[in-house]
């Protein structure tokens, strides 16, 4: 079994062809769906295949630690679709975050981060590097200067996540690189919000991009995984031992998921970001909302960044309710259609109010910094159509 030369050339073909057609390895069968290889190892024909392949002089699969077929054909269309050589696939996106910092650094060395990411991000940048010799500086992502100022010598890498989690603000991938490479650091992004569709960090500077596939990739709220890309060198410097040895690989089944998931998700993406963009214009002006946050609207505050760098706007958007708290309660308890839920990237719309969930570990005035007001929501929009969903959101406004 081997893949086709007809679908090694599928990076000739355009974004949405290639999220359908990218890294099949089609089976002895011909099927036309990818194949689920539910298999932990493989045999060998004899004693002297086995050697070889242990020797890596036979390529082919050892272990599903180390690779599988159907994740294979997962990282394939990954990499095909962000433009980078290579790609591993994780078991969450924790998992892919974690790697692609840890697979860098080694005691003594310092990480910069910014300080609005993913609580969990946060969470092993701060307690979990430190832990290990690994030193750490938060920055104020969208403030050039204090990159600048952070960067020490031992700086090894940068982590940031644009547009970032909840507060939507956009950070310059092109100039923070730069501030990287200048300081011999890669730079590490984390693209979940902004998804492969409309932001491509690697052709804007990044060493590394990362996932969690269990949002837009996966797409229909069923299974984690994550994801590594970036130059073979990277990923074979870095990542592939890592995983390898240490094991926080992606399961067959998980990847199969995500395989099918990569079919829709310029269709999903597209259709959920329209319908961000048609709740952004029915809110923005609601008397009860205090201030609105939507990448691709001209009253964001990093309008001129989003234009450079991304090609959509966002699939999540961020608003004030007024009231603080109890407003914001008020309105999440209100709503019949919107659920509430701590997910995002899903077909179905998922409501979180950051500052008691995801953001509640915080102190209140790193929440401040953050821009994580008591009233702020932050809606992921899904499939369902867009006049339900303003129906719904303003029928929970006038409860408020
Ligand atoms: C969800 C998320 C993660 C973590 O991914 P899991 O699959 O839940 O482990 C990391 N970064 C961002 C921006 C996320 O939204």
Redesign the pocket.
């Known amino acids: 079994m081997s893949a086709s030369a007809k679908n090694n050339a599928a990076s000739k073909y355009r974004p949405e062809t290639r999220l359908v057609q990218s890294g099949i390895l089609r089976s002895q069968f011909g099927e036309t769906s990818e194949a689920l290889f539910l298999t932990q190892g493989y045999v060998y024909d004899n004693s002297a295949q086995a050697e070889a392949r242990f020797k890596g002089e036979d390529p082919g699969y050892q272990y599903s630690r180390f690779a599988n077929p159907t994740v294979s054909m997962f990282e394939r269309r990954m990499a095909e679709f962000e433009g980078a050589e290579a790609a591993r696939a994780t078991a ?6 974690t790697l692609a910092l840890m697979g860098q650094v080694r005691a003594g060395d310092h990480v910069v981060a910014s300080k609005a ?2 609580g ?2 946060l969470y092993v940048v701060e307690d979990y590097l430190p832990r290990y010799g690994v030193t750490s500086t938060l920055v104020n992502g969208t403030n050039l200067d204090e990159w600048r100022a952070a960067m020490r010598p031992n700086t090894k890498t940068c982590f940031i ?1 644009t547009p970032t ?1 909840p507060g939507l603000e956009v950070l310059d991938i092109a100039e923070i690189a730069k501030i990287a490479h200048s300081a011999g650091a890669t730079l590490v992004v ?1 693209n ?2 902004s998804t492969p569709l409309w932001q491509s960090p690697l052709t804007l500077g990044a060493d590394c991009v ?1 996932y ?4 837009h990739i996966d797409g229909q709220g069923r299974c ?3 994801v590594i890309l970036g130059s073979q060198k990277f990923i074979t410097d870095h990542i592939h031992t890592f995983i390898r040895q240490t094991g926080p690989s992606m399961s067959p089944f998980n990847a199969w998921v995500m395989l099918k998931g990569l079919e829709t998700l310029a269709v999903r993406v597209r259709r959920q970001t329209d319908t961000a963009a048609t709740v952004a214009v029915a809110l923005a002006e609601h008397p009860k909302i205090s201030r609105l946050i939507y990448p691709g609207r001209p009253d964001h505050p990093q309008a001129a960044i989003v234009a450079k760098q991304m090609r959509g706007g966002s699939t999540l958007v961020a608003f004030e309710i007024k009231g603080g708290k109890k407003g914001a309660f008020k309105f999440q308890d209100g709503l019949k259609l919107v659920r509430i839920s701590n ?3 899903d077909a179905k719309s998922l409501i979180t109010h950051p500052a008691t969930t995801t953001h509640q570990r915080l102190k209140p005035e790193q929440r401040t910094e953050l821009g994580i007001t008591d009233g702020m929501v932050r809606l992921s929009v899904g499939l369902e159509h867009p006049d339900d969903l303003v129906e719904d959101l303003l029928a929970a406004l006038k409860a408020v």
Request: aromatic fraction near 8%; hydrophobic fraction near 40%; charged fraction near 10%.
């Open positions: 969450t996106g924790m998992a892919a975050v990411i993913f969990s991000c996540e989690n984390d979940v919000f990362v969690s596939t269990t949002k984690l995984g994550g997910n995002l990237g």
